[in-house]
Nanobody
Framework: QVQLVESGGGLVQSGGSLRLSCAAS????????MGWYRQAPGKQRELVAD???????NYVDSVKGRFTISRDNAKNTVYLQMNSLKPEDTAVYYC?????????WGQGTQVTVSS
């Protein structure tokens, strides 16, 4: 079992920045692929970015060049640095950990970008 706790969401103006953090429990954090997903009202949850145990990253096209995902295995934490935020980035952001068929989710943190 992995427990994930997100922090760092909030209200920011268009063009601003936020950094989300996700602290994970468990001793095998480094083996998991970690990801950030988001869900806007009336829309399906989508992958924003993920990072494998080896450090390979993947981003949805709409955030490439603006968001950066990173992980600190010593702190069992994954981060999402979000720059040049746009109103369309407004959503609940969820941290995810997965390894083979094991999937775990955080409770979500709200990010609101005002125009």
């Amino acid at each position: 079992q992995v427990q994930l706790v997100e922090s760092g969401g909030g209200l920011v103006q268009s063009g601003g920045s936020l950094r989300l953090s996700c602290a994970a429990s468990g001793s095998i954090f480094s083996f998991y692929t970690m990801g950030w997903y988001r869900q806007a009202p009336g829309k399906q949850r989508e992958l924003v970015a993920d990072i494998t145990s080896g450090g390979s990253t993947n981003y949805v096209d709409s955030v490439k060049g603006r968001f950066t995902i990173s992980r600190d295995n010593a702190k069992n934490t994954v981060y999402l640095q979000m720059n040049s935020l746009k109103p369309e980035d407004t959503a609940v952001y969820y941290c995810n950990a997965h390894l083979a068929t094991l999937w775990f989710w955080g409770q979500g943190t709200q990010v609101t970008v005002s125009s």
